[in-house]
């Protein structure tokens, strides 16, 4: 299957510890984006990457958040000294680099709680 | 907030029937995409309508835009229990130079056996 990848697909941790999700976008697809989704509610964008330059970031994205696409491949979110709030899906998507097309592909989320 | 609202929040129908839910949206758009999304999963895309379209079917789905409206509804007819989800509309603001996904709320849909 050549679809949007997401590993680990559930953690728990415990507050003040620091996670790391890790996204592999599917093959060639240049865009990539993070989105965080709480319980009832739809997706909230996080942060988007176009290879590996990081060219947009949401307020939602406080210090302790940090994202990578370091090879322009593969993407790591990672929440330092995680807090009760910050329990929520992180959804991975990626998109093709082309100007007809403008669907962005979804991973299977990583679940996230924080206890 | 520019976050678009779906409506209804949640719907009950029979197997069979036909679902109608409807999105709201807050910008101009150049396209509007529809997602499923089951229970503790990722979005699947469904279906994908352009500001310059306003109909668009795929199998048992009809998607209407209205761009006067800002507004967009998406039709399952002949309604099957698989099609338990949560369904959202998502969209790339206009003129923001963003790529962005700006969703609605969700819908869900529970269709009974």
């Known amino acids: 299957d050549t679809g949007v990848s997401q590993d680990p697909r559930h953690k728990i941790t415990k507050r003040g510890q620091n996670v790391t999700f890790r996204c592999d976008p599917i093959s060639e697809h240049n865009r990539l984006y993070w989105y965080r989704q709480t319980l009832g509610q739809g997706p909230e964008f996080l942060t988007y990457f176009q290879n590996e330059a990081q060219l947009e970031k949401s307020r939602l994205l406080s210090d302790r958040f940090s994202a990578e696409r370091p090879k322009g491949s593969f993407s790591t979110l990672e929440i330092q000294r995680t807090e009760q709030g910050d329990s929520a899906m992180y959804l991975c998507?990626?998109?093709?680099?082309?100007?007809?097309?403008?669907?962005?592909?979804f991973g299977p989320g990583t679940r996230l709680t924080v206890l | 907030s520019q976050q678009g609202e779906e409506d209804p929040q949640a719907l009950s129908i029979q197997e069979g029937e036909n679902a109608t839910m409807n999105c709201s949206y807050k910008?101009?758009?150049?396209?509007l995409q529809w997602y499923r999304q089951n229970s503790g999963r990722g979005l699947v895309h469904l279906i994908l309508?352009?500001?310059?379209?306003r109909e668009k079917h795929s199998g048992r789905l009809r998607v209407t835009l209205d761009t006067s409206k800002k507004s967009s509804s998406l039709l399952i007819t002949a309604s099957r229990a698989a099609d338990t989800a949560s369904y959202f509309c998502?969209?790339?603001?206009?003129?923001?130079?963003?790529?962005?996904?700006?969703f609605g709320t969700g819908t869900r849909l529970k269709v009974l056996a």
């Open positions: 998502g969209y790339p603001p206009l003129g923001t130079g963003t790529y962005k996904y700006i």
């Open positions: 998507a990626s998109s093709p680099d082309r100007v007809s097309t403008d669907t962005q592909y």
């Open positions: 309508i352009r500001s310059n379209e």
């Open positions: 910008t101009s758009i150049n396209n």
